[in-house]
């Protein structure tokens, strides 16, 4: 089993930065893509980011050069830096990481709790 647990979320006006984190453990477990999808009210949860073990990035065109993934492979951790936040970035933020199972070579996706972003105009 892998626990994700992100932090960071909050409230901020437009134009404004937050960076949220989420911090992956368990054992037996190799961990690869790791991403964030964001959920807003009414609305279907939506790719934001991923990022390859190796660091190769992809981003959902309305994040672009806003929007900036990174990972620390050593801490099991991905990060999201967001800035220039603009209403409609709110929402809630869910990290996801895709991992094979050492034992049994399985391979599972799994979900954090999410953190929520709100963004006042």
């Known amino acids: 089993q892998v626990q994700l647990v992100e932090s960071g979320g909050g409230l901020v006006q437009a134009g404004g930065s937050l960076r949220v984190s989420c911090a992956a453990s368990?054992?037996?477990?190799?961990?690869?893509?790791m991403g964030w999808y964001r959920q807003a009210p009414g609305k279907q949860r939506e790719l934001v980011a991923t990022?390859?073990?190796?660091?190769?990035?992809n981003y959902a065109d309305s994040v672009k050069g806003r929007f900036t993934i990174s990972r620390d492979n050593a801490k099991n951790t991905v990060f999201l830096q967001m800035n220039s936040l603009k209403p409609e970035d709110t929402g809630v933020y869910y990290c996801?990481?895709?991992?094979?199972?050492?034992?049994?070579?399985?391979?599972?996706?799994?979900w954090g709790q999410g953190t929520q972003v709100t963004v006042s105009s």
């Open positions: 990022i390859g073990v190796g660091g190769s990035t």
């Open positions: 368990g054992t037996f477990f190799t961990i690869y893509d």
């Open positions: 996801n990481a895709d991992t094979v199972r050492g034992y049994d070579q399985s391979r599972l996706l799994y």
